[in-house]
């Protein structure tokens, strides 16, 4: 089974620090992504990642970096944190870019005060 | 753009199998269909996807209509573990993301 594990489940944050939420798969999947939920909103695309040191603007990467060093993580960095940064992230993987599917984390549900 | 359209909830009597149904009229011909689950405070878990042909694996089978226009999700023995949000997706294979609508809310009963 695919495992992708993110680093926190839960993590509370101050108003301008910089935050790092970190992802790992075991499966060797060339593909990551970043997503956060918000309730209405649904999924959103923040980042992605086709191979190492590669990444690509998701839908919403504004006040978001990426980082991908080695192809089993993929790091999400919110350079000064808000608190309209307040969401549920999703980290995902997937093998190709084709009709294989993504599979998710458990998330990280974090807060910025 | 909400491509696909599920209803609100379901409820489904334990033992029981679950028929979860979808409508996506606009599909196009090289859109995929796939189903996903999130159990509360949990993230999205894949289930099963399918182009036209009616597809089966260890957690369910997922029927497509001759025409594409909507497909049906099926538990075949549901649980109480199964109780979670549904969500049925549809998505050229060369797709960056995968578009979450709201899904169906399904409730296992005992």
């Known amino acids: 089974d695919v495992k992708v594990t993110q680093s926190s489940r839960y993590l509370v944050k101050r108003t301008g620090e910089k935050v790092f939420l970190e992802c790992v798969q075991d499966?060797?999947?060339?593909?990551m992504f970043w997503y956060r939920q918000d309730p209405g909103l649904g999924l959103r695309l923040i980042y992605f990642?086709?191979?190492?040191?590669?990444?690509e603007k998701g839908d919403i990467p504004e006040g978001y970096s990426v980082s991908r060093e080695k192809k089993e993580r993929f790091s999400l960095i919110l350079e000064s944190a808000s608190t309209n940064q307040t969401s549920m992230y999703l980290c995902?993987?997937?093998?190709?870019?084709?009709?294989?599917?993504?599979?998710f984390g458990d998330g990280t549900r974090l807060s910025i005060l | 753009d909400a491509k696909t359209t599920q209803p609100t909830s379901m409820d489904c009597a334990e033992g029981r199998a679950a028929n979860l149904p979808c409508n996506h009229s606009t599909i196009s011909g090289n859109e995929y269909v796939y189903w996903y689950r999130q159990i509360h405070s949990q993230g999205p878990q894949y289930i099963i996807h399918?182009?036209?042909n009616n597809e089966t694996n260890e957690m369910a089978s997922l029927i497509i209509t001759e025409d594409r226009k909507s497909s049906t999700l099926i538990l075949p023995h549901a649980t109480l573990r199964d109780t979670a949000v549904y969500y049925c997706i549809v998505r050229v294979a060369a797709g960056n993301q995968f578009y979450f609508g709201t899904g169906t809310s399904l409730t296992v009963i005992p």
């Open positions: 995902a993987s997937s093998l190709y870019i084709g009709d294989q599917p993504q599979h």
């Open positions: 399918g182009l036209k």
């Open positions: 499966m060797d999947h060339e593909n």
């Open positions: 990642s086709y191979d190492v040191k590669m990444k």
